[in-house]
């Protein structure tokens, strides 16, 4: 599933309207969610084998988990954690003696992972 991932509220209402049957072009109108990542996931749900009323009772963590590769999901995590210290980057830069290399240094000792 390339482009944006949509929240797990928001394919949670797409299965809800789809078991309704509701039409796919009035789901978007609906959520806000485009046609074709509408299809896209619909199409996961069919490849896979899924059942719509099953799906639809699952917790978020569960039901992502079944649409992403759990890697991706820490990766996803890791890198929002990296973006929320750019800005205290950007201000370190500006020091005496302080590199884009020992911020590097500095982040992975406290981020090992």
Same mark, same amino acid.
């Given at each position: 599933? &390339?482009?944006?991932?949509? =929240?797990?509220? =928001? ?8 078991? /309704?049957?509701?039409?796919?072009? &009035?789901? &978007?109108?609906?959520?806000?969610? =485009?046609?074709? &990542? ?16 099953? /799906? ?9 988990? /079944? ?41 992975? /000792?406290?981020?090992?992972?």
């Amino acid at each position: 599933m &390339a482009g944006k991932r949509i =929240s797990m509220g =928001s394919l949670k209402q797409i299965l809800l309207l789809r078991n /309704l049957g509701t039409g796919k072009k &009035a789901i &978007a109108r609906q959520t806000g969610v =485009s046609k074709v &990542a509408i299809n896209e996931y619909l199409d996961v749900i069919t490849r896979k084998g899924y059942v719509l009323q099953d /799906l639809i009772h699952l917790e978020e963590p569960v039901l992502e988990g /079944l649409f992403f590769n759990v890697k991706e999901i820490e990766e996803v995590a890791r890198y929002n954690i990296l973006k929320e210290l750019f800005p205290t980057f950007a201000e370190e830069l500006h020091e005496v003696g302080v590199n884009r290399m020992f911020l590097w240094q500095e982040y992975k /000792l406290t981020h090992p992972d």
